[in-house]
């Protein structure tokens, strides 16, 4: 097993397809394409592009750490009690742990993600 992956920012082959979880769907019908890069032996890292079309849901992180990288699009993130921040290609952040608010998807987003679970 090589200890180097490349995350090909535009992947052939075809992706996970996929809708937001009805108790996290706020606004619209957004569909959610996937294309895993890595999975860490012991499941709790994840790497990969994700890719959502407009639409507005509930983002709860929990115990998981997610940095992301804006290839394309627009997204405005508002923290629950706190003020909306938009994000464009070729911005990144990081949802801490913990994280809840909302991700509007305004322009459909692109990204590169690496998440890790089970942080405290």
């Known amino acids: 097993m090589s200890l180097l992956k490349t995350i090909v920012q535009n992947p052939v082959e075809a992706p996970r397809e996929s809708r937001v979880a009805p108790e996290r769907l706020v606004?619209?019908?957004?569909l959610l394409k996937a294309w895993p890069a890595e999975l860490a032996a012991d499941g709790r890292i994840k790497t990969?592009?994700?890719?959502?079309?407009?639409?507005?849901?509930k983002s709860i992180k929990g115990d998981t750490f997610e940095f992301c990288y804006l290839l394309e699009g627009v997204a405005e993130l508002t923290p629950e009690g706190g003020e909306p921040v938009?994000?464009?290609a070729g911005d990144s952040f990081v949802?801490?742990?913990?994280?809840?608010?909302?991700?509007?998807t305004i322009e459909t987003v692109k990204k590169i993600y690496v998440v890790v679970e089970g942080v405290s």
Request: net charge positive; glycine share 18%; hydrophobic share 25%.
């Open 48 to 57: 990969g592009i994700f890719e959502s079309t407009p639409g507005v849901n």
């Open 86 to 88: 938009i994000y464009r």
């Open 27 to 30: 606004e619209g019908n957004p």
């Open 95 to 104: 949802m801490k742990p913990g994280y809840r608010g909302l991700w509007r």
